[in-house]
């Protein structure tokens, strides 16, 4: 089966504009977690959606936005971009927002602002 | 607060010993769980080992084992007999429930692992 995807790879915008970065969960998981790992440092909670639904939000200003789809599948989208918000943006899923079951983080994808 | 806290940035190891990869955590939940990650330079988090805070023996996977002393609060990673394709980053982690029925995982700083041959 297929693991977590994420796309793009990689990613260089300028300061002020907006990126939407994409995650396909693995088949039959209905939660998605969106992370922030920054140069140096560990993930950092943004985002949990479970069945379409946010289900739980980190620390991280209203720039930062997410969505999930009929599929399962989840955008995040960061406006206004600041150099700050370049990081390494991971993925993961899990059957459900329950206890017990490990997530599974996707390759991610790393955002450069310039 | 819950916190993870991981003290050594960097460790390393020659080929075939041992090595010890300590994490301590902080947290007034009575239900918890702690895992491992690994973190090659391709930047995917792969899951090692999972331990949970009512599990009374130690967690195993193959070459990983969990040392998981609950007084202590301690969730350390060893690795038997090391290869070099263990050379990465580590990360320890707690998975905290919310009120609202989600949960998050809180990690470390990471320790980067190098193995010499």
């Known amino acids: 089966d297929a693991g977590v995807t994420q796309s793009p790879t990689h990613l260089i915008k300028t300061r002020g504009q907006q990126v939407t970065l994409r995650c396909s969960p693995i088949?039959?998981?209905?939660?998605v977690s969106w992370y922030q790992q920054v140069l140096g440092q560990g993930p950092q909670f943004i985002f949990q959606?479970?069945?379409?639904?946010?289900?739980g939000r980190g620390n991280f200003p209203d720039r930062f936005s997410a969505r999930q789809f009929p599929n399962y599948s989840s955008e995040l989208n960061v406006n206004a971009l600041l150099l700050g918000d370049s990081a390494l943006y991971l993925c993961?899923?899990?059957?459900?927002?329950?206890?017990?079951?490990?997530?599974?983080f996707g390759p991610g994808t790393r955002l450069t602002v310039t | 607060a819950q916190k993870i806290t991981q003290t050594q940035p960097g460790m390393f190891v020659q080929e075939k010993e041992a090595v010890t990869l300590d994490c301590t955590y902080d947290?007034?939940?009575?239900?918890?769980?702690l895992f491992w990650y690994k973190q090659p330079s391709s930047g995917e988090m792969i899951f090692l080992i999972y331990?949970?805070?009512?599990?009374?023996q130690n967690a195993t996977e193959g070459r990983y084992s969990l040392n998981f002393q609950k007084a202590r609060k301690s969730a350390n990673l060893v690795i038997s007999a090391s290869q070099l394709g263990d050379s990465a980053m580590y990360f320890c982690?707690?998975?905290?429930?919310?009120?609202?029925?989600?949960?998050?995982?809180?990690f470390g700083a990471g320790t980067r692992l190098a193995v010499h041959p």
């Open positions: 982690a707690m998975r905290a429930l919310f009120s609202g029925g989600y949960n998050k995982l809180i």
């Open positions: 947290t007034s939940d009575q239900s918890y769980g």
């Open positions: 959606y479970y069945e379409k639904e946010e289900r």
């Open positions: 331990q949970g805070s009512y599990d009374e």
């Open positions: 993961a899923s899990s059957l459900t927002t329950g206890t017990g079951l490990e997530q599974y």
């Open positions: 088949s039959g998981h209905k939660s």
